[in-house]
């Protein structure tokens, strides 16, 4: 089982980015699949989930989709600020034995 997240970089203050976290191994559509931030010396934070096609977030600019067939699931931020700036980690989710995460891909917001 894999967990690849990709599209993270370098953005300046105000724009947008997508995230992918593509699964190797699990079919994605029978799990709960969410994303998590750790900012530079805090706690690692919820930032949004899906499953069974209905997303929750805990703000208004990020936004989950996902794509069953290319087994994909991608997180939009919009209107990124410093704040955003953290590792953003890919999390799948199917009870307590089966629990995945991804290595993680940075963001970075420059002003």
């Known amino acids: 089982v894999q967990l690849v997240e990709s599209g993270g970089g370098l953005v300046q203050s105000g724009g947008s980015l997508r995230l992918s976290c593509t699964a190797y191994?699990?079919?994605?559509?029978?799990?709960?699949v969410a994303w998590y931030r750790q900012a530079p010396g805090k706690e690692r934070e919820f930032v949004s989930g899906i499953q069974s096609g209905k997303m929750e977030t805990v703000k208004g600019r990020f936004t989950l989709t996902r794509d069953i067939a290319a087994k994909t699931v991608y997180l939009q931020i919009s209107n990124l600020a410093s704040e955003d700036t953290a590792v953003y980690y890919c999390n799948a989710q199917l009870g307590p034995q089966r629990d995945f995460w991804g290595q993680g891909t940075q963001v970075i917001v420059s002003a």
């Open positions: 191994g699990i079919p994605l559509s029978l799990y709960y």
